[in-house]
């Protein structure tokens, strides 16, 4: 299934050694919005500043429209994986600037946007979340009555902050509460959220059978990588970027999340030396590589900022075993 584009941006403060989703009082609230669409990171990437002034951060509605018109333009169908940030901090703790509650249950409001907008086709949204409660009830509850069934991407990688909420006897009185768990089959607790115990094979049945299509890994919990120190000039330009090395381990996260019946998609692969990673023998690994040591491991597609980069290695790969069309539908790649 080849209609999922995905250009992910992320913010430095969620760039670490391993990514996860933080602490929820540093989300913006709704008073921030404003402020959101000119927002810069030019210590990031400094060579985007050259394209500062030309356009802003859009909304979701924005997004959808522009999908809608590229669609009409070309032909070609496109979709998207929107996310839920932070859903149990925004419905149940979250205060504005003037301490007055958010209570905004953005689950809801995504799904009531996707069908206002005539954006339900299963085959080209993908709701993903690093929370378990939101899913479940997007699943069991509001795409019901909403009328719609879009597949659920779990991010297993230490987010699932509504299990810390809801496990919080501190929290009761907000409406924390563990009994919105009771059918998901595993015997979660507070640690849950950091402990591993969403990536047991026990965990990937419990999602599956409750309301998950897919499981969204950091890519290093299927190819784990270690610290280098000093860092590594691996390009040749003189500036010493690289800081991880992979061990040259493999998980068993792919083979447990197939037999668990879900697919699986990775984030995020990157051009930039800074988010490359040296073989296992220490030498430079080649950009186009790491899509390929991936695409190798079974991984079912990945986020990637690089599109391009991301088609190119999907269409050699194609090409060096000979894949039919009929038979590239089966590879499921989500750029």
Same mark, same amino acid.
């Given at each position: 299934?080849?209609?999922?584009?995905?250009?992910?941006?992320?913010?430095? @403060?969620?760039?670490?050694?391993?990514?996860?989703?933080?602490?929820? %009082?540093? @989300?913006?609230?709704?008073?921030?919005?404003?402020?959101?669409?000119?927002?810069?990171?030019?210590?990031?990437?400094? /060579?985007?500043?050259?394209?500062?002034?030309?356009?802003?951060?859009?909304?979701?509605?924005?997004?959808?429209?522009?999908?809608?018109?590229?669609?009409?333009?070309?032909?070609?169908?496109?979709?998207?994986?929107?996310?839920?940030?932070?859903?149990? #901090?925004?419905?149940?703790?979250?205060?504005?600037?003037?301490?007055?509650?958010?209570?905004? /249950?953005?689950?809801? *409001?995504?799904?009531?946007?996707?069908?206002?907008?005539?954006?339900?086709?299963? /085959?080209?949204?993908?709701? %993903?979340?690093?929370?378990?409660?939101?899913?479940?009830?997007? %699943?069991?509850?509001? *795409?019901?009555?909403?009328?719609?069934?879009?597949?659920?991407?779990?991010?297993?990688?230490?987010?699932? #902050?509504?299990?810390? #909420?809801?496990?919080?006897?501190?929290?009761?009185?907000?409406?924390?509460?563990?009994?919105?768990?009771?059918?998901?089959?595993?015997?979660?607790?507070?640690?849950?959220?950091?402990?591993?115990?969403?990536? *047991?094979?026990?965990?990937?049945?419990? *999602?599956?059978?409750?309301?998950?299509?897919?499981?969204?890994?950091?890519?290093?919990?299927?190819?784990?990588?270690?610290?280098?120190?000093?860092?590594?000039?691996?390009?040749?330009?003189?500036? @010493?970027?690289?800081?991880?090395?992979?061990?040259?381990?493999?998980?068993?996260?792919?083979?447990?999340?197939?037999?668990?019946?879900? /697919?699986?998609?990775?984030?995020?692969?990157?051009?930039?030396?800074?988010?490359?990673?040296?073989?296992?023998?220490?030498?430079?690994?080649?950009?186009? %590589?790491?899509?390929?040591?991936?695409?190798?491991?079974?991984?079912?597609?990945?986020?990637?900022?690089?599109?391009?980069?991301?088609?190119?290695?999907?269409?050699?790969?194609?090409?060096?075993?000979?894949?039919?069309?009929?038979?590239?539908?089966?590879?499921?790649?989500?750029?």
């Amino acid at each position: 299934r080849q209609t999922i584009k995905v250009l992910r941006r992320r913010h430095p @403060a969620r760039e670490s050694e391993k990514p996860r989703q933080g602490n929820p %009082q540093n @989300a913006p609230t709704p008073k921030v919005l404003p402020r959101l669409p000119v927002e810069r990171i030019p210590e990031l990437r400094p /060579d985007n500043t050259a394209y500062d002034g030309q356009s802003e951060i859009p909304t979701l509605d924005e997004v959808i429209s522009l999908v809608k018109q590229v669609e009409a333009d070309t032909g070609r169908k496109i979709g998207i994986i929107p996310e839920t940030k932070h859903p149990t #901090y925004f419905a149940e703790e979250g205060l504005l600037l003037d301490g007055t509650p958010i209570h905004h /249950d953005t689950s809801r *409001m995504l799904v009531d946007d996707l069908v206002e907008a005539g954006f339900t086709d299963p /085959d080209r949204v993908i709701i %993903q979340s690093f929370e378990l409660e939101n899913l479940i009830r997007l %699943q069991t509850e509001i *795409m019901p009555r909403a009328h719609i069934d879009v597949p659920l991407i779990q991010l297993p990688n230490e987010g699932g #902050y509504d299990i810390v #909420y809801n496990f919080d006897p501190s929290k009761s009185s907000l409406g924390a509460n563990s009994s919105v768990y009771k059918d998901f089959n595993f015997p979660l607790s507070a640690e849950s959220a950091t402990n591993g115990d969403l990536y *047991m094979p026990a965990a990937l049945r419990a *999602m599956h059978d409750l309301y998950a299509e897919l499981i969204g890994p950091y890519k290093d919990d299927i190819l784990p990588t270690r610290t280098v120190d000093p860092p590594v000039d691996g390009n040749g330009d003189g500036k @010493a970027e690289v800081t991880r090395e992979l061990t040259g381990a493999k998980s068993s996260l792919v083979e447990d999340a197939h037999k668990a019946g879900l /697919d699986v998609i990775i984030y995020t692969l990157r051009d930039e030396e800074v988010f490359a990673s040296l073989s296992p023998d220490g030498t430079p690994r080649p950009t186009e %590589q790491e899509y390929r040591d991936f695409i190798a491991t079974g991984v079912d597609g990945f986020f990637t900022d690089f599109p391009g980069t991301g088609r190119r290695v999907v269409g050699a790969v194609t090409r060096e075993h000979d894949l039919a069309p009929h038979q590239l539908v089966e590879c499921h790649w989500h750029l």
